[in-house]
């Protein structure tokens, strides 16, 4: 009896396991940002930590392009959120810090430097 307990439990735990790190991945892919000027690819590093890049930007962005606007982002399982801590704004020039959450194709970033808070809206795209 007590074999069976314990191998369901660890069925259990790997399916935990298991189904935050699909979740974790949902935020990879391509997404543009909210004045349709530019497209952001997040990636996993080697590391396992996420990173963004700007892949095309509007004129007279296009020299932003390749520029990495995201590193070291970790997902937190509990509260269902990534946590950046570098995001880099190329236009204003600045580094702060950044919470970012999903909700089904819609990336909300809440990046945050000092007493400044500045909430941007992406749409997945393909």
């Given at each position: 009896?007590?074999?069976?307990?314990?191998?369901l439990t660890a069925l259990?735990?790997?399916?935990?396991?298991?189904?935050?790190?699909?979740?974790?991945?949902?935020?990879?892919?391509?997404?543009?940002?909210?004045?349709?000027?530019s497209?952001?690819?997040?990636?996993k590093s080697?590391?396992?930590?996420?990173?963004?890049?700007?892949?095309w930007a509007k004129?007279?962005?296009?020299s932003?392009?390749?520029?990495?606007?995201?590193?070291?982002m970790t997902?937190?399982?509990?509260?269902?959120t990534?946590?950046?801590?570098w995001?880099y704004?190329?236009r204003?020039?600045?580094?702060?810090r950044?919470?970012?959450?999903?909700k089904?194709n819609?990336?909300?970033?809440?990046a945050k430097k000092?007493?400044i808070t500045v909430?941007t809206e992406?749409?997945r795209?393909?």
């Amino acid at each position: 009896m007590k074999g069976k307990f314990f191998i369901l439990t660890a069925l259990c735990f790997l399916h935990m396991i298991i189904c935050s790190a699909q979740h974790a991945d949902d935020i990879l892919g391509i997404w543009l940002t909210s004045k349709q000027d530019s497209k952001i690819k997040i990636l996993k590093s080697e590391d396992g930590t996420f990173i963004g890049k700007i892949i095309w930007a509007k004129s007279p962005y296009e020299s932003f392009a390749g520029i990495e606007i995201i590193k070291g982002m970790t997902y937190n399982a509990q509260e269902k959120t990534y946590v950046c801590p570098w995001v880099y704004s190329p236009r204003l020039k600045v580094v702060a810090r950044a919470v970012v959450s999903l909700k089904e194709n819609t990336l909300n970033l809440k990046a945050k430097k000092g007493i400044i808070t500045v909430h941007t809206e992406f749409t997945r795209t393909k």
